[in-house]
């Protein structure tokens, strides 16, 4: 698992969520990803869970790239400080932690190809 | 498109490569991508063309993140001149451009998504 704890260190803030919130629906609009800086967060499509994100692991990392609002949930499941990064800051970090890019592209390709594995051992309905 | 011509103004060298040579084969090792100056190179997988690249753009970019070998072959269909960055470089280059790491994540995603929708479509053998 690559390291993000870069973006938890250069963050301007956080967020708290208590545990059982939701911090975005599937349908949202997209606009930053997430870093976990302490706490531990669900991701479920479908009411399915596909994912669960600890501490130095992000989510919504989709934002960056893509207009197209949140294609997952993601809940809080203990209480967890998260922190928001949106395009500006994401260009400041990596600018200052150049080894972020292939670690973010690395994710990227890890998460669609786990993605479509489920899309293909699924049921079609 | 996403415009990758910061990898070519920051280019320590480039390689000539004829009309008709391949650059590299599915199955070579994989250390570097490739920015094309100039000419045009289509990458083709089991035969089948999936991508025309011209100047601009880039291609053999998972060499970037996987370690793995090439999973498609690269061919000059012009004379043509490419820009070959390895991961040091990669990491100078976004440090000095930001922006180009949002840039490689939009390529992959594209790239993986097209790669699925073949997968998906072509019939089972």
């Known amino acids: 698992m690559a390291d993000f704890s870069a973006l938890v260190r250069h963050a301007d803030k956080t967020?708290?969520?208590?545990?059982?919130?939701?911090?975005?629906?599937e349908g949202d609009s997209a606009r930053v990803l997430?870093?976990?800086?302490?706490?531990?967060?669900?991701?479920?499509?479908?009411?399915?869970?596909?994912?669960?994100?600890v501490e130095g692991g992000?989510?919504?990392e989709m934002?960056?790239?893509?207009?197209?609002?949140?294609?997952?949930?993601?809940?809080?499941?203990d209480d967890t400080e998260l922190v928001p990064v949106d395009r500006e800051q994401f260009d400041r970090i990596v600018q200052l932690n150049p080894f972020?890019?292939?670690s973010f592209?690395?994710?990227?390709?890890?998460?669609l190809s786990a993605m479509n594995e489920?899309?293909?051992?699924?049921p079609q309905t």
């Open 34 to 53: 997430y870093a976990v800086k302490r706490g531990r967060v669900q991701v479920s499509i479908d009411g399915q869970v596909v994912e669960e994100i």
């Open 15 to 25: 967020i708290q969520v208590p545990r059982g919130q939701v911090v975005f629906s």
């Open 100 to 102: 972020l890019a292939r």
């Open 118 to 122: 489920r899309l293909r051992s699924s």
């Open 58 to 60: 992000v989510f919504g």
């Open 105 to 111: 592209m690395r994710l990227l390709a890890d998460r």
């Open 63 to 77: 934002s960056l790239i893509d207009e197209r609002s949140r294609s997952a949930t993601a809940t809080a499941v």
